[in-house]
């Protein structure tokens, strides 16, 4: 509610993926702590967000689209401002590359200026009248509510601002939790918040997920819930919600998203393309690929090329130059991840390279397994990790039934020298998956492009547009042209 409460109550400690040597061996280093909210302080950042909404009669609601901007522009630029604290802390507490992490922030900071142009356009559109059999026209968008708005820790900036600022620039008041990981990186944001918005209009809380945010579904208060996340806690808090038809849910979820490469692949291009695609911040991308089907006939080389080209990556802290594998933020990772390789083991897989899957605390090096099939960890789960599953197939018709059984619809990526092929394909594909990559890696980027999936992996568009359209509701207001009315 624009003001900073002091703590006295229980605090999360944060774990770096950063190790240091202690004598029982490598440990996670203590890098801060946050304020454990309880249920209470809770619902009052809820009340605070409902007051600022005041059913649409607030001032944030009714203020002009141009003033609403000129906050979000102020804000931006207190954002700039925090460049250098928000990438050191995303390095630490998450783990991502310095250049990984300056990007992640310019990219943040682009996409908060596309939305603004973007809802300079929309704001013309509105002014446009149109007449109808005698009705005069005209289109607003109007706001829903109070967002209850969570980011996700592998994009603990850039993927929460691209659900917060639409949410906000359209008019809606926000309840921001941000990620488990990632926390501490929002602190230095939060006098931004307070300086440039009215009070009650941004109120971010912390504490467990699993305490604080089931009342706060079931208060009914909520009117949109946007989450980058777990299908599993999607669903799980939508039905928490006592008129859940009256809830809105911009979702970004689970994806497995499969490249395949056919006979017909350029094998070098397929190579370099699957590891930036399945080991960019070590696959824990919800666009990573997860799955790579490989045509039998070019298993061979694809994979002695792809063990090779592994085996070049650097590991080290995010901070060294050159780096592209770092530690993980997620303890319980690595036993994860060990598991899954050790179930395509025990159902015969193989790991092809050399170290493939050696972990210590917070680390695990890529591990490239095969061949795996049906029945394996790795064939359905999203691994979200340094582990690349291969799978030979002899007709691509054997890939697309994957596609149509599997529970996500993120994206997919093929490979093919052969125009004819690839264009027989892209139908069966695009009616299965929201994006087709053609001879590319699945990614987001660029952020104006639509940004969805089908079926577990998206409920919603987002991108700069679709964002803005997703967080408001289009209302019209007509006129009837009488002799009274004909200005
Ligand atoms: O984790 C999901 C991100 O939106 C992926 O974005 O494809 O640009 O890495 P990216």
Redesign the pocket.
């Known amino acids: 509610n624009g003001e900073m409460h002091s703590w006295n109550g229980e605090v999360h400690e944060v774990l770096s993926p950063v190790c240091i040597k202690t004598a029982e061996g490598l440990k996670r280093k203590v890098i801060g702590s946050y304020p454990l909210c309880d249920e209470k302080e809770a619902a009052e950042a809820l009340s605070a967000a409902v007051a600022a909404y005041n059913n649409g009669r607030g001032e944030w609601p009714t203020m002009s689209v141009a003033d609403r901007i000129t906050c979000v522009e102020k804000f931006t630029h207190k954002i700039i401002e925090k460049k250098a604290e928000v990438v050191k802390l995303l390095m630490w507490e998450i783990g991502k590359s310095h250049g990984d992490s300056v990007k992640e922030f310019d990219?943040t900071v682009e996409y908060i200026y596309a939305t603004i142009d973007a809802l300079k356009d929309l704001d013309r559109q509105s002014s446009k009248f149109s007449i109808e059999q005698g009705i005069v026209a005209q289109i607003r968008r109007s706001p829903l509510g109070v967002v209850l708005c969570m980011g996700?820790f592998?994009?603990p900036l850039?993927?929460t601002f691209?659900t917060l600022i639409p949410a906000l620039i359209m008019g809606n008041t926000l309840l921001f939790k941000p990620p488990k990981h990632g926390t501490l990186l929002h602190y230095p944001l939060l006098t931004a918040f307070r300086d440039c918005f009215p009070k009650g209009v941004v109120n971010t809380i912390y504490g467990r997920g699993n305490k604080i945010i089931p009342d706060l579904m079931k208060s009914g208060d909520i009117n949109v819930l946007t989450l980058?996340g777990s299908s599993k806690v999607a669903n799980e808090l939508k039905k928490l919600h006592p008129k859940v038809n009256r809830l809105r849910a911009i979702l970004?979820l689970d994806a497995k998203n499969a490249a395949i490469i056919t006979a017909k692949a350029d094998i070098k291009l397929s190579v370099q393309e699957t590891v930036l695609g399945s080991l960019?911040?070590n696959g824990?991308?919800?666009?990573?690929l997860k799955i790579i089907f490989v045509h039998r006939s070019l298993a061979d080389e694809f994979l002695t090329e792809l063990s090779d080209a592994v085996s070049k990556l650097k590991f080290g802290m995010p901070w060294e130059a050159g780096v592209s594998l770092t530690p993980l933020p997620e303890p319980h990772k690595p036993a994860y991840l060990k598991d899954c390789i050790s179930d395509a083991v025990e159902k015969g897989a193989r790991v092809i390279n050399e170290n493939g899957g050696a972990t210590n605390e917070s680390f695990v090096f890529p591990a490239i397994v095969y061949p795996v099939s049906k029945g394996m960890k790795l064939y359905t789960e999203e691994q979200f990790g340094p582990v690349i599953p291969v799978v030979p197939f002899d007709d691509v018709e054997e890939t697309i039934t994957y596609l149509i059984e599997s529970t996500h619809g993120q994206q997919v990526s093929i490979f093919s020298n052969d125009d004819e092929e690839i264009a027989k394909l892209i139908d069966p594909l695009v009616n299965q998956v929201s994006r087709v990559n053609i001879n590319c890696q699945?990614?987001?980027?660029p952020?104006v492009f639509p940004?969805t999936g089908r079926k577990d992996s998206a409920e919603g568009t987002l991108s700069v547009i679709d964002a803005l359209r997703s967080f408001s509701i289009r209302s019209l207001v007509a006129t009837k042209l009488n002799d009274s009315n004909k200005h």
Request: aromatic share 14%; charged share 25%; proline share 5%.
């Open positions: 990219r996700p592998n994009y850039n993927e691209t980058i970004g960019s911040f824990q991308r919800c666009t990573a699945c990614q987001r980027g952020d940004f």
